[in-house]
C-alpha cells in the first residue's frame, strides 16, 4: 500500500519569495511521484512526476521536485513566488506508473501576498 | 484540442436519488479513470475503465458503478445518494501505458439533499 504525508495544510508567501511545500510518501514499491495543482472550480494539473530517472524534477512554471529515497521525501519547491502560484497543490503517488491508481495527500493551500 | 470533459458541471440531487455523470477523454486517450473529492480532501480513487473493462477499483461500495463506451467515453453511475456522496467528481483519462501521465476535467459539482 501507498501513502502520502502533507502535514502542513496551508502555507502562506509574499511574492517574490521562494516556496517550499512538504511531502513524504510511503509505498512498498519502487513509487511514481507527483505534484498536480489545483486552481479554484479548475480540474487537476500536472506541475511534475518522478518516474525513477533524474532524482531532481523540473516542472512547469518554474517549479521543481526533489527525491529523496533516505528520507522518503519529495518536496516541491519555487525560487520565487507570483501571485498566480496561489492554488491548492497535491502531492501524489502511484505504486505502478503515471496511469494507474493514483493515491492524493490531503493538499496544501499556496497563498501569496502582495 | 479539446482536452477532458465532463458533464453536468453542477448537479443537485435527492437523498436516495440515482445519478449519472459523463466524461470524454482527450483525444488519443483510451483509459478513463474517475476520482471523488470530498470538501477539503484530495481526490479519492474510484475505479478506472480500459477497453470498455473496470480494471482497477477503489474502496467505494457497489453503488458506485461505471461503463466505458467503444469510443473511450466514460459514465459514472451513483444510486441510493446519500448526503456523503456531495463532492466534486473527476474524471481523468490517460494513454495506454504506465509513463502516460493522467490529464484531468474540471469535474462535476454534485450536492445531494
Known amino acids: 500500500a501507498q501513502s502520502v504525508t502533507q502535514l502542513d495544510s496551508h502555507v502562506s508567501v509574499s511574492e517574490g519569495t521562494p516556496v517550499l511545500l512538504r511531502c513524504n510518501y510511503s509505498s512498498s514499491y519502487s513509487p511514481s511521484l507527483f505534484w498536480y495543482v489545483q486552481h479554484p472550480n479548475k480540474g487537476l494539473q500536472l506541475l511534475l512526476k518522478?518516474?525513477?530517472?533524474?532524482?531532481l524534477v523540473k516542472g512547469i512554471n518554474g517549479f521543481e521536485a526533489e527525491f529523496k529515497k533516505s528520507e522518503t521525501s519529495f518536496h516541491l519547491t519555487k525560487p520565487s513566488a507570483h501571485m498566480s502560484d496561489a492554488a491548492e497543490y497535491f502531492c501524489v503517488v502511484s505504486a505502478a506508473g503515471a496511469n494507474s491508481k493514483l493515491t492524493f495527500g490531503k493538499g496544501i493551500t499556496l497563498s501569496v501576498r502582495p | 484540442d479539446a482536452g477532458v470533459t465532463q458533464s453536468p458541471t453542477h448537479l443537485i440531487k435527492t437523498r436516495g436519488q440515482q445519478v449519472t455523470l459523463r466524461c470524454s477523454p482527450k483525444s488519443g486517450h483510451d483509459t478513463v479513470s474517475w476520482y471523488q473529492q470530498a470538501l477539503g480532501q484530495g481526490p479519492q480513487f474510484i475505479f478506472q475503465y480500459y477497453e470498455e473493462e473496470e480494471r482497477q477499483r477503489g474502496n467505494f461500495p457497489d453503488r458506485f458503478s461505471g461503463h466505458q463506451f467503444p469510443n473511450y467515453s466514460s459514465e459514472l453511475n451513483v444510486n441510493a445518494l446519500l448526503l456523503g456522496d456531495s463532492a466534486l467528481y473527476l474524471c481523468?483519462?490517460?494513454?495506454?501505458?504506465?509513463?502516460?501521465?493522467?490529464?484531468f476535467g474540471n469535474g462535476t459539482r454534485l450536492t445531494v439533499t
Open positions: 481523468a483519462s490517460s494513454a495506454t501505458g504506465p509513463t502516460s501521465p493522467l490529464h
Open positions: 518522478y518516474t525513477s530517472a533524474a532524482t
